[in-house]
């Protein structure tokens, strides 16, 4: 998995690309627990992660548990496949979430 940080201010847009699993996912919490002293505003950006493993979902939960003590969340640019888990999980739910991207679904009338 790759993370691309940009810091601007108070605000933080994290890029993940690959794989969020039991390996990179203890990567993510380490980056995350050194960049956050100070964010209001953080951005998850999941537009290239292409698989998201429960040791993810931990941390994003996490992250997210602390941003809504320090100011906000946001994830965004969900693919399809990543988005089915957390539906699946619940986690969109408990996830601050842009859908303003998402496709939308059809929906047919009888």
Known sequence: MEIKKVRDG????VALSGQLNAVTAIDLDK???????GVKDLVIDLAELEYIASAGLR???KTQKR???QGYMLIKNIKPEVRDV???TGFS????IDDSSAPKKL???F
């Open 31 to 37: 980056d995350l627990k050194a960049e956050l002293e």
């Open 10 to 13: 108070d605000r933080l847009t």
């Open 86 to 88: 957390l539906d699946m």
């Open 93 to 96: 739910k408990l996830l601050s």
């Open 59 to 61: 941390i994003l939960l």
């Open 67 to 69: 941003m809504n003590n």
């Open 107 to 109: 929906s047919l009338s």
